[in-house]
């Protein structure tokens, strides 16, 4: 069976932000797969279903992001699952927004809620699918963008990718982990420079010609 755990942060003040990419892309599947989210136990909000043939479990830590790290160890000591059954969904400020990065394991990079769960796991070989969210703009500080609800745009651009975040983990649940490796990422392409016009060649006058030209002045 596998845990699907969406990070994020509880509350209505929470309820659209940035740092909300996890709990909204659980929202996603759970809609599609028809499991209800609503009970309450090992610091989570969580429902119970299947994604094909497999067993899943949705979470939601209750935690606030910075201690996702005591749901999810009170979730994978009661349901025993793998290491490899724990697939984790949250936002990235490293990776360019709408972006996907998906993994096997590692580090937690700059992430809190990620941090928090590899120590309290003790191991980081578990499979993670980060959703970019991108770096502030000079204007606004780091919490203000993770803590902020994205504009009209950004919004179009997160939908879409929490729906192939959703994608990609129905993929690993049916083992195809390296598929979605393959779908998924993939970096977006740098717009090649505009060509400067072409200078139109210099034509030089011979001097014989000029010495013509000023004889007949």
Not at 20 to 25: L, V
Request: with cysteine; net charge negative.
């Amino acid at each position: 069976m596998f845990i699907v755990l969406g990070l994020g942060n509880p509350g209505r003040e929470y309820q659209n932000t940035r740092h909300n990419i996890g709990f909204m892309t659980l929202d996603i599947l759970a809609d599609r797969y028809d499991i209800d989210v609503c009970r309450h136990n090992f610091r989570s909000v969580f429902g119970e279903g299947r994604i094909g043939n497999e067993r899943v479990v949705l979470a939601k830590p209750e935690t606030f992001m910075n201690n996702s790290g005591f749901a999810a160890r009170d979730l994978v000591n009661w349901y025993k699952c793998e290491n490899s059954e724990l697939i984790v969904v949250y936002d990235d400020i490293d990776i360019p927004i709408g972006t996907l990065r998906i993994r096997e394991g590692g580090s937690s990079g700059t992430h809190n809620g990620m941090r928090s769960i590899i120590y309290q796991l003790g191991f980081d070989d578990f499979p993670r699918v980060r959703v970019g969210i991108g770096h502030p703009d000079g204007q606004r500080n780091l919490v203000s963008h993770v803590l902020g609800a994205p504009d009209a745009e950004e919004k179009e651009q997160l939908l879409a990718a929490m729906n192939n975040a959703a994608d990609a983990v129905e993929l690993i649940v049916r083992g195809e982990l390296k598929k979605a490796q393959a779908r998924y990422n993939k970096r977006p392409k740098k717009e090649k420079p505009k060509a400067e016009p072409a200078e139109e060649p210099l034509t030089l006058t011979p001097a014989s010609e000029l010495r013509r030209g000023e004889a007949h002045e």
